[in-house]
């Protein structure tokens, strides 16, 4: 079965950090692009960050630029979300995505698998 | 950023009715465009990508069309599980956005 699993949610204080995880399975992870989305309470969709097939390519939301990181482990199955100075509104569901590689282009394409999430609370 | 405007923001129906769901780009974004569901506590499930592709297991009876700036998802017959939010989402642009979103309630 095709899945991503999230895990590293939890309640933070504002300037804290926490690091997300994203085992894969059931699929060639070297080959696809993974994406973090993120959806605040009853908000809707943001994307958040992006990593190629071999780490060579990041990039980050404006919202999150210099704070937050994502890098992978294709030895492990595993995409990270490092998190650093959160705040309050940081506070969402993250999911971690597959992109599909449907339109050929690299980096630009549909969202076919997703966690199930992992809520990130930024409060004091 | 690509701004992506769905419309209406809530839409109640009845089983059997015919749905229409419609997404607005602030600029052209070819056929770049993918419709999600989501349920209540549950992830998005993809079910059309560039504009009108349906996805692998999803039933015939939705399907979407437009390019350039409009686009459309349609359910030609509503079931009791077609009873969620859905979003469109642009990837013709590095910064990816989604619409606001349509909850398609029960009448």
């Known amino acids: 079965e095709v899945q991503l699993v999230e895990s590293g949610g939890g309640l933070v204080q504002p300037g804290g950090s926490l690091r997300l995880s994203c085992v894969a399975s059931?699929?060639?992870?070297?080959?696809?692009?993974i994406h973090w989305v993120r959806q605040a309470p009853g908000k809707g969709l943001v994307w958040v960050s992006r990593?190629?097939?071999?780490?060579?390519?990041?990039s980050h939301a404006d919202s999150v630029k210099g704070r937050f990181t994502i890098s992978r482990d294709n030895a492990k199955n595993t995409v990270y979300l490092q998190m650093n100075s959160l705040r309050v509104e940081d506070t969402a569901v993250y999911y971690c995505?597959?992109?599909?590689?449907?339109?050929?282009?690299?980096?630009?394409?549909?969202?076919?698998?997703w966690g199930q999430g992992t809520m990130v609370s930024v409060s004091s | 950023d690509i701004q992506m405007t769905q419309s209406p923001s809530t839409l109640s129906a009845s089983v059997g009715d015919r749905v229409t769901i419609t997404c607005r780009a602030s600029?052209?974004?070819?056929?770049?465009l993918a419709w999600y569901q989501q349920k209540p506590g549950k992830a998005p499930k993809l079910l059309i990508y560039?504009?009108?592709s349906l996805e692998s297991g999803v039933p015939s009876s939705f399907s979407g069309s437009g390019s350039g700036t409009e686009f459309t998802l349609t359910i030609s017959s509503l079931q009791p599980d077609d009873f969620a939010t859905y979003y469109c989402q642009q990837y013709n642009s590095y910064s990816l956005t989604f619409g606001g979103g349509t909850k398609v309630e029960i009448k």
């Open positions: 995505v597959r992109e599909c590689d449907r339109s050929g282009n690299y980096g630009l394409d549909a969202f076919d698998v």
């Open positions: 990593v190629n097939n071999d780490e060579t390519f990041t």
């Open positions: 600029q052209s974004i070819r056929n770049y």
């Open positions: 059931g699929f060639t992870f070297s080959s696809y692009w």
């Open positions: 560039e504009a009108s």
